[in-house]
Each structure stands twice: as structure tokens, then as C-alpha cells.
């Protein structure tokens, strides 16, 4: 997991993908509900790992709107698309290893108004998998 690093270098101790709910997390929680105070950030992980989240994440995706700070946050996202490839045991193996953090961390991405990017040649190492997303090559072929 990322250390949450000030300046200087030194690690405070906390994770760098948890902390305090954003504005668009809280605004989330209002739409899908919270049973339980304190229990946020794992409602959270939870709607993103089942399916309305994992049609949320494609959405986002395709369209450009999410920003991801650190790479915990693109987890659920990893996630998502090796279910959508056929790699349900690999999704699983993922899953397996950060849900005893859902609680405290969030492994899913910023949700942004605009488009933060326009093209993307992207290749995602997890755990030893390789893969290439060759459905969002860039206009130039780089």
C-alpha cells in the first residue's frame, strides 16, 4: 500500500489512499445509502465492486471523467475489466488481497466533471498480469 508521504520524505503513518470522505464520495453515499455510520468507505468499495459500481467505473472509463492519485485506486477498476475479459479467477485473486482494506482505503478512482484524458495506449501490470487495452489506441498509434 502507498504511504501517505509529507514533505521531506518522511511517512506519517497513514495510507496514501485513505483518509477523510471528498466531496464526491459523500455525494455518492447520499445516492446509494449508508447502512451504518462509519462504514462509508467500505460502502464505497463494496458499490464499486458489485455491479451497478463496475458499470459506473466502465462508464467513466469511457468517457475520460475519473483521475486516479494513487495506484490503489485503480484496483476495483483492474478488477472490473478481467471480468469483463474472462479472468475471473485473476479478478478474484485481486479482490481476495484488498478487500481486508476496504474499510480504510479506497481502490476506486477520483470522479472528475471534465475529461482528464483524450487518448490513451495503456498497459496495467497486476500482480504479474500483463494486458493491453487495444480499444483505446491513440489517434497517432503511440
Not at 474472462?86 to 478474484?92: D, F, I, K, L, S
Amino acid at each position: 500500500m502507498t504511504l501517505d508521504v509529507i514533505h521531506g520524505g518522511f511517512a506519517t503513518g497513514g495510507y496514501a489512499a485513505g483518509g477523510p470522505l471528498r466531496a464526491h464520495e459523500s455525494q455518492l453515499l447520499a445516492r446509494i445509502g449508508v447502512a451504518q455510520p462509519g462504514t462509508e468507505c467500505s460502502d464505497l468499495n463494496l458499490y464499486f465492486a458489485g455491479d451497478d459500481g463496475r458499470a459506473d467505473l466502465r462508464a467513466m472509463l469511457e468517457s475520460g471523467t475519473f483521475r486516479v492519485e494513487v495506484p490503489e485506486e485503480a484496483a476495483l477498476l483492474v478488477a472490473s475489466w478481467l471480468l469483463e475479459e474472462r479472468e475471473a479467477g485473476r479478478a478474484a485473486v485481486l479482490l481476495e488481497s484488498i478487500m481486508p482494506w476496504f474499510a480504510q482505503l479506497r481502490f476506486y478512482r477520483l470522479i472528475v466533471s471534465e475529461v482528464v484524458w483524450r487518448c490513451v495506449g495503456v498497459s496495467l501490470t497486476v500482480c504479474v498480469l500483463r494486458a493491453s487495452w487495444a480499444r483505446f489506441p491513440c489517434p497517432s498509434g503511440g
